[in-house]
């Protein structure tokens, strides 16, 4: 992966971000997995949905799916699917140099227990108090999406914590193009049913949604 690396950054002087062909990029992927999971292979279940991230993590314009939104990846425990965005998020860091934050559901409602609404800034908006000056968000991968939603309770005050934050994701996305992305083992009808109409709206316009099939990969 060392090797691949520097091969790419010597290819092109660095300035936003590196250009890179398809190929060169699949074989950082695959070098990527292979060091980072075990057990690591593209086979049928996954190969169109490698396909697919290379390309949007390229920025290359594709009909199956919208640069201007995050990704959803839905499937079965086991699955790959937490795997596959910690390999993209390598990926992204080594040809950008910036790459996207990362968070479980759990993690994100425990911070709201302990600290309100400051706990949901560092997802958010990424900034201290309500300056805009200092509003600093990134790109964010939420894991688990789903795991734990139902209201949870600071001081007695009870909120939708992940409604909330798809509101600020949401706000984010259009005014800071800064997108987000999830893993889920709900399907696409499950989680509309989660939301009320309102944010079920929202969803699938911050969203492109992808399914993965196949067996546990982990046993």
Request: charged share 25%; glycine share 8%; with cysteine.
């Given at each position: 992966m060392e090797y691949i690396e520097k091969t790419?950054?010597?290819?092109?002087?660095?300035?936003?971000?590196?250009?890179?062909?398809?190929?060169?990029?699949?074989?950082?992927?695959?070098?990527?997995?292979?060091?980072?999971?075990?057990?690591?292979?593209?086979?049928?279940?996954?190969?169109?949905?490698?396909?697919?991230?290379?390309?949007?993590?390229?920025?290359?314009?594709?009909?199956?799916?919208?640069?201007?939104?995050?990704?959803?990846?839905?499937?079965?425990?086991?699955?790959?699917?937490?795997?596959?965005?910690?390999?993209?998020?390598?990926?992204?860091?080594?040809?950008?140099?910036?790459?996207?934050?990362?968070?479980?559901?759990?993690?994100?409602?425990?911070?709201?227990?302990?600290?309100?609404?400051?706990?949901?800034?560092?997802?958010?908006?990424?900034?201290?108090?309500?300056?805009?000056?200092?509003?600093?968000?990134m790109e964010l991968l939420i894991d688990d999406f789903g795991y734990d939603i139902m209201n949870a309770k600071h001081f007695g005050n009870e909120v939708d914590v992940m409604g909330v934050l798809l509101e600020y994701r949401y706000d984010i996305l259009i005014n800071y193009n800064k997108r987000i992305h999830a893993t889920t083992n709900f399907t696409k009808k499950e989680l509309s049913n989660m939301f009320g109409e309102r944010l079920e709206s929202r969803f699938k316009e911050m969203f492109n949604y992808f399914e993965l099939r196949g067996k546990d990969r982990r046993k």
């Open positions: 790419v950054k010597n290819r092109v002087s660095f300035h936003e971000e590196i250009k890179i062909d398809f190929d060169v990029a699949t074989e950082m992927v695959k070098a990527i997995g292979k060091k980072t999971v075990r057990n690591f292979i593209i086979d049928e279940h996954n190969v169109a949905l490698y396909r697919d991230l290379i390309g949007y993590f390229l920025n290359k314009e594709s009909k199956r799916y919208n640069l201007n939104k995050g990704i959803v990846i839905s499937g079965s425990v086991g699955t790959g699917k937490t795997a596959i965005f910690n390999i993209f998020k390598i990926f992204t860091n080594v040809i950008k140099e910036n790459t996207f934050k990362k968070a479980t559901t759990k993690e994100i409602i425990s911070n709201y227990v302990k600290n309100g609404f400051e706990g949901i800034e560092p997802y958010g908006y990424n900034c201290v108090g309500t300056d805009n000056i200092n509003r600093n968000p």
